[in-house]
């Protein structure tokens, strides 16, 4: 079956410093990957998507990045945290095209202070 | 462009009473739809899901939903709600063709004793 894994579960950063998060899910390949941002009390905002490796879908202008290394590893950067990043990020996947279930990690908490 | 709206930020019921949890979408044909959970501090998971068939779509813990296109809604239900439902739900929509679903603002519930 299918899992996906996403570490770290929680981090406290202070302004200004670096971030990685990372995803990657097992018992699939070649999956659409996904990385989402849920503020306190908000909704999910999708910041970036990617089909295959190499390939980032950004949907939000903002100082995080994104990486896929390999078929099913994710990977969101920033080079410089701020406040405002601070929230609840959700990898995500999906197989195949068109209404495929999509499946959430456990999610990471960001905590910048 | 899809849109997805769930007009009830908070829904509180008692232990035991019946529950529906309204979601409206936007969209021209027949989108992919989708009911998830969130505990907090979690991941999401899939409750249920209408492709096509039947609408009236069985899930897991007890929910069901009814799709019902003259009203482009997608309803969540559930008999008698139990304390444990207290959590945060959302509706998703995947149009035909996309590989991005587009997710409601979600809506808490508070399960009273």
């Known amino acids: 079956s299918q899992t996906i894994h996403q570490w770290p579960a929680t981090l406290v950063q202070p302004v200004g410093s670096p971030l990685s998060l990372e995803c990657t899910v097992e018992?699939?390949?070649?999956?659409?990957l996904y990385w989402y941002r849920q503020a306190a009390g908000r909704g999910l905002q999708l910041l970036f998507y990617?089909?295959?490796?190499?390939?980032i879908s950004s949907e939000v202008p903002q100082n995080l990045s994104a990486s896929r290394p390999q078929d099913r590893q994710f990977i969101l950067s920033s080079k410089k945290l701020l406040l405002s990043d601070s929230g609840f990020y959700l990898c995500?996947?999906?197989?195949?095209?068109?209404?495929?279930?999509?499946?959430f990690g456990e999610g990471s908490w960001l905590t910048v202070v | 462009a899809q849109s997805v709206t769930q007009p009830d930020i908070h829904i509180t019921v008692s232990e035991g009473a019946s529950l529906e949890l309204r979601c409206n979408y936007s969209?021209?044909?027949?989108?992919?739809l989708f009911w998830y959970v969130q505990s907090p501090g979690q991941g999401l998971q899939l409750l249920l899901k209408?492709?096509?068939?039947?609408?009236l779509v069985q899930g897991i813990k007890g929910f069901e939903a009814e799709f019902k296109r003259s009203q482009s809604s997608f309803n969540l239900r559930k008999p008698s709600v139990h304390w444990s439902d207290a959590a945060e739900y959302f509706c998703?929509?995947?149009?035909?063709?996309?590989?991005?679903?587009?997710f409601g603002r979600g809506t808490s519930l508070i399960v009273h004793p």
């Open positions: 018992g699939t390949s070649n999956p659409n």
């Open positions: 969209y021209g044909a027949t989108p992919y």
């Open positions: 995500a996947w999906t197989t195949g095209l068109s209404g495929n279930t999509i499946y």
């Open positions: 998703a929509v995947v149009s035909g063709g996309s590989y991005i679903p587009t």
């Open positions: 209408y492709f096509s068939g039947d609408t």
């Open positions: 990617s089909v295959g490796i190499g390939q």
